[in-house]
């Protein structure tokens, strides 16, 4: 059997009984470091589990899947990846080459970002689809992430907005000589992110984003309890003017409130204002929520 | 402390060893029973924990919360919910009476059908907002659902529906004569949800269904495994004809397939149509996805 298992969020605790059971019997273990990062050490992991894990980058799991798969057929064999096994699209491409190679499989779910973003005490009802950022370049800035903000914004929903990280990319003179060598791993900041919204709303024009008056919740490591996790809710302009270090650890996402605010949602979410006075000003006058 | 827990979807098994680990610190348990179902028996749970279980039904949990918060300044206290605790608008009152009451909470994680709907194939990034779907009776068929199915399409977005359940209901009589006496629980199958669709459609008639050509996956039991999980994807007249029992026992759920569909989502669900050729078909003329 083949195994695509879910870590959660947070640590090696948020495995869940049936994800523990799938791991201690399983002759290999990778461990998926790529499309997010767990905040908690591969050595830890493997402390908790009692088994050695495998490292598995993109390239392993992209173009070198047949090696994580030989013999699944007839043993146990698990991937861990971070949150849930369908966050990312080459989970769903190494399954399809396991149907193709005859071998059954069995993906154990957890939270997710996509889920999880719930903390913040924004209804997942009300979101729309959600959006990725990358980092901008000088010369590359991608924005239909913009058009999605929008039109999720002209329904009144809320954009959960995830940040690009870039773990072992290489550096555009290290690729064009051939070198294996890896940039340190990099995570897009609140302020950042906010600062490249900001950026193309002042390119496009539109009025979907309004830095002094748009609210917004950013939110780090959710499910690492009191001691990790942050949530700081505020307008565009208040965000990016937060101290860096206040938004803790990475990972950062970022969500974009929409129109179709409840009262509930505001008074839920504004024991994580920065200024609370503000934050229900700006829902109340311009978001038209009923507040007393 | 007071803890939510994540359940997870399916068993006694997808806690998470953190949230294991808070419930067998707590000196009480509740279990809340009505925003969703196990499927997995209270007893079951009981003899996994080694832990009583008192049963939370709605009055319990939305207007006697303070019950279950009391002394949980001193001791731990736990709530166990199924899936993940921000899927329902009652956890965040209680969350927000423990604030009010100074008693510090933590919630803990799990995976729920928001997220794990991403194991029929299609991606999480091409979901639009969530609707549900409540049973219609001969006098009260809302149909704001449709609305919403409507705007998710019009951007070529999937919907999940989420499919009403009757727990703990009154009928009409012994509500009016209050007896205290409750019908057995009721779960929405898919061939009811569909036909409710195919219903309204017929009175809209906005185009944005279409019984032959529309396509939509049917998910029960996400996260049992291979014995309880069931995929079925189809057109909409394929799912209604298909088979009551084919698709596994509740909980159901509904995915409406959008435009913005990607051939690799339709490669991965392929291996759950009702009809394979039929599925590719429609999704390549009416859906204009580039396939062989």
Chains 1, 2 share one sequence.
């Not at 698990?78 to 966050?87: E, K, N, R, W």
């Not at 491409?93 to 193709?100: C, E, H, Y």
């Not at 924005?143 to 903000?149: A, K």
């Not at 970022?254 to 179709?260: A, Y």
């Amino acid at each position: 059997m083949f195994y695509i298992i879910g870590l959660g969020l947070c640590d090696e605790k948020d495995v869940t009984v049936r994800g523990l059971e799938a791991i201690k019997g399983s002759s290999r273990v990778y461990l998926e470091a790529y499309t997010s990062i767990l905040m908690v050490q591969k050595e830890k992991l493997e402390a908790f589990y009692k088994k050695p894990l495998i490292l598995a980058d993109r390239d392993m799991v992209e173009t070198e899947s047949d090696e994580i798969l030989a013999n699944a057929d007839r043993e146990d064999v698990s991937l861990l990846v971070v949150g849930d096994p369908f966050g990312a699209t080459t989970h769903t491409d190494i399954i399809l080459r396991a149907r193709a190679l005859g071998i059954p499989t069995r993906v154990i779910h957890n939270a997710s970002i996509m889920n999880a973003v719930g903390a913040c005490g924004l209804q997942l009802y009300n979101f729309g689809q959600t959006v990725s950022l990358v980092f901008f370049t000088e010369t590359w800035k991608p924005d239909s992430f913009y058009d999605r903000i929008k039109e999720n914004a002209d329904l009144g929903l809320h954009t959960l907005v995830l940040l690009d990280i870039k773990v072992k990319e290489q550096s555009e003179e290290n690729l064009a000589r051939g070198r294996k060598i890896y940039e340190p791993p990099r995570y897009m900041s609140i302020r950042q992110a906010v600062s490249q919204l900001i950026e193309i709303e002042s390119l496009r024009q539109t009025g979907t984003l309004s830095p002094d008056t748009t609210l917004a919740v950013a939110l780090s490591r959710v499910g690492g309890g009191s001691d990790n996790q942050r949530i700081v809710a505020g307008t565009l302009t208040e965000l990016v003017n937060h101290p860096e270090d206040a938004f803790g650890d990475p990972l950062h996402s970022l969500v974009i409130v929409g129109k179709r605010l409840h009262h509930l949602e505001v008074e839920y979410a504004q024991d994580f204002a920065v200024d609370v006075e503000r934050w229900r000003n700006s829902a109340k006058k311009v978001y038209g929520c009923a507040l007393d």
